[in-house]
C-alpha cells in the first residue's frame, strides 16, 4: 500500500503539615458505614474523618480559585466547577528529578513525588509502564517516518490505562476510610475498580450500561465485584452515580474520587518523555471519550518542562473519537468550547460518553496546541484494528481502532508531516472486545481437512487462489 495514508480506512503554597509518603497501608474502619444524606453538606462523612491535609498538593477550583485541601469532592460547592488537583512544584524540585525516577521502581511509582498519594500508601501494585513501540510497519503504510504506539494494552492488571487511573484513587479511597468504592463504566474502568479492589480487601459495586460487551461484564464479575446493568447509556449511568454519591457512604472513582482518579493519567506523559530519552514528542494522538486523559498528559508535558527535566517544546494534540459519538470532535472542528450532547451510536462503547465532564476544556486545549481532532465510522474502527494487529502485532480493543484510524486520516490530510516525532495512545486490549470482530472472521477456517499432506496442499492453493477440485471434508475419513 502506498505511504500516503490510505489505509483501509480513511502558586499559592499551602500551609498544611507537610505529609512525606511513608508507603504502608492504613487501617481502614471493620464495618461499612451507613448510607447518609448530603443534601446539606459536600462532605457526606462529615470534615474530620474526610480530610487530610499535605503541603505538596490539594483540590484547587479551575473557576474561582478556592481550595479545599483533600477530601471526597469534585465540584466546587460555591460555583460548581470542577476540583483539580494543584501542585507545589518547589517541594518536589529536589525530589522529581531523572535520577530518582530512574532509581524507582519500572512502573507509576516512580513518578510518585507528582502523583496524588496519601501519607500511609505503600504502592505495590506494579501499574504502568508500558511500551513504547517504534511503529516502522504501520508507519509505512500511513506515511509516517517517526512514528510510536505508546501501548496500554499490555498494562497491568487488567490491559487498559484504566489501571493507572485506579491505583491511585483507591489508594485515596482507603485514606478517607471506604470501605465501598465503585464507578460508573463503559468497560475498562470496571474491571480495573474491581481487580484492584479485590486485592485491597475493598467491596466493589459496578454500574454499566446494559448492553456493555460480554468480555468487559465478564471481566469485571470474576473479580467478585458487585454488578449493576441499568438501562440506558453510559450518560445515563453516571448520573445515576452522581446521585449515589450524595447519598451512599461509597467511594466512586469517577465521581467523588475524580481529582485524584484522573492524576493518574499523567503517568503516560510521564512515561512518553522519559522513554523517548527524556524530550518531547511533536505530536500526540490520543481517543477521548470524557476528554480527561488527553488534557492530562498535557499536564505532565508541562510539569516536566517547568521542573526542567525536558526542553520547553509545544506539542499538538490531536484528539480521536467515533463518528457515531464525537461531540468533543465536533466542538474542535467549529472552533467551540460549547459540547452538544449526543445519543451514542458506535460499536466503541469505551469512548462513547455523550456529554463528557472534560469536554469543554479537553476542546479548549487541543485548539491551543494547534491540534485539531477528528472522528471515523465503525467500518473504519474495524479496520483500524486489523491494521494495527497485522503490521505492529499490537491487538487492541475499538478504542485502539478508533485512534489507529484517525491517526491514520491525520496523515492523509497533510495535518501530521511523515518525520515529526508522532506517538498514538493505545488504552485497551482487544481480547474485551473480540465481538467486534465476530463478523470479520466468520468465514474463516469454516472447515476442517483431512489430515493428508495433498490435501493439505491443495487447501493451501485454494487460500491462494489457486482453482483446485473440490476437497473432502475431514468427516469423510
Not at 501501548?151 to 490505562?161: G, K, Q, R, Y
Not at 453516571?238 to 493518574?264: F, H, K, M, S
Request: glycine content about 8%.
Amino acid at each position: 500500500m502506498a505511504a500516503t495514508g490510505n489505509m483501509r480506512f480513511g502558586a499559592r503554597k499551602p500551609e498544611f503539615q507537610v505529609c512525606t509518603p511513608h508507603f504502608t497501608f492504613p487501617a481502614y474502619p471493620a464495618t461499612p458505614k451507613k448510607r447518609v444524606s448530603a443534601k446539606s453538606s459536600p462532605f457526606p462523612l462529615g470534615k474530620s474523618t474526610m480530610n487530610y491535609s499535605c503541603s505538596r498538593y490539594e483540590l484547587k477550583c479551575n473557576e474561582c480559585g478556592k481550595r479545599f485541601g483533600n477530601q471526597p469532592l469534585s465540584a466546587c460547592p460555591d460555583c460548581l466547577a470542577p476540583l483539580e488537583i494543584a501542585y507545589d512544584l518547589e517541594a518536589v524540585r529536589g525530589i522529581f528529578t531523572k535520577e530518582n525516577i530512574a532509581a524507582g521502581p519500572a512502573n507509576i511509582w516512580r513518578y510518585a513525588a507528582l502523583l496524588p498519594i496519601p501519607e500511609g500508601f505503600e504502592p505495590d501494585l506494579p501499574v504502568g509502564f508500558t511500551p513504547l513501540v517504534r511503529a516502522k510497519n504501520l508507519g509505512k503504510r500511513i506515511g509516517a517516518t517517526n512514528f510510536y504506539v505508546k501501548n496500554d494494552a499490555v498494562c497491568f492488571p487488567t490491559l487498559s490505562f484504566k489501571d493507572r487511573v485506579v491505583s491511585v484513587a483507591l489508594a485515596n479511597a482507603q485514606k478517607f476510610g471506604f470501605e465501598i468504592v465503585g464507578c460508573s463504566s463503559t468497560g475498562n474502568l470496571a474491571n480495573s475498580v474491581a481487580a484492584q479492589a479485590a486485592r485491597l480487601g475493598l467491596k466493589a459495586t459496578i454500574l454499566v450500561p446494559a448492553d456493555l460487551e460480554p468480555a468487559k461484564i465478564l471481566n469485571t464479575l470474576v473479580y467478585g465485584a458487585r454488578l449493576i446493568r441499568i438501562d440506558g447509556n453510559y450518560d445515563h449511568v453516571n448520573r445515576l452515580c452522581t446521585q449515589i454519591a450524595d447519598e451512599y457512604a461509597w467511594g466512586l472513582v469517577n465521581v467523588n474520587l475524580r481529582p485524584y482518579y484522573a492524576e493518574g493519567s499523567k503517568t503516560v506523559g510521564y512515561e512518553i518523555a522519559e522513554q523517548l530519552g527524556w524530550r518531547l514528542p511533536d505530536n500526540v494522538v490520543v481517543p477521548m471519550a470524557g476528554g480527561s486523559l488527553i488534557r492530562k498528559i498535557r499536564k505532565a508535558f508541562q510539569e516536566l518542562i517547568d521542573l526542567g527535566l525536558v526542553d520547553a517544546k509545544l506539542v499538538r494534540f490531536f484528539g480521536a473519537q467515533a463518528s457515531g459519538c464525537s461531540p468533543i470532535s465536533v466542538a474542535v472542528k467549529e472552533g467551540t468550547d460549547y459540547i452538544e450532547p449526543q445519543r451514542p451510536n458506535t460499536i466503541a462503547r469505551s469512548l462513547a460518553i455523550g456529554n463528557p465532564a472534560d469536554g469543554p476544556a479537553a476542546a479548549k486545549m487541543i485548539r491551543s496546541t494547534g491540534g485539531w481532532a477528528e472522528d471515523v465510522s465503525d467500518v473504519e474502527i474495524v479496520s483500524g484494528i486489523q491494521e494495527l494487529a497485522e503490521t505492529e502485532g499490537i491487538f487492541t480493543e475499538t478504542a485502539g481502532g478508533v485512534t489507529t484510524a484517525v491517526t491514520a486520516r491525520l496523515y492523509a490530510d497533510g495535518r501530521i508531516t511523515p518525520d515529526e516525532i508522532t506517538v498514538t495512545c493505545i488504552t485497551g486490549n482487544g481480547l474485551k472486545t473480540t465481538d467486534a470482530l465476530a463478523q470479520s472472521y466468520s468465514h474463516l477456517n469454516a472447515r476442517a481437512v483431512r489430515p493428508r499432506l495433498a490435501d493439505f496442499d491443495a487447501y493451501l492453493r485454494e487460500l491462494d487462489g489457486i482453482t483446485e477440485p473440490e476437497l473432502a471434508t475431514a468427516g469423510a475419513l
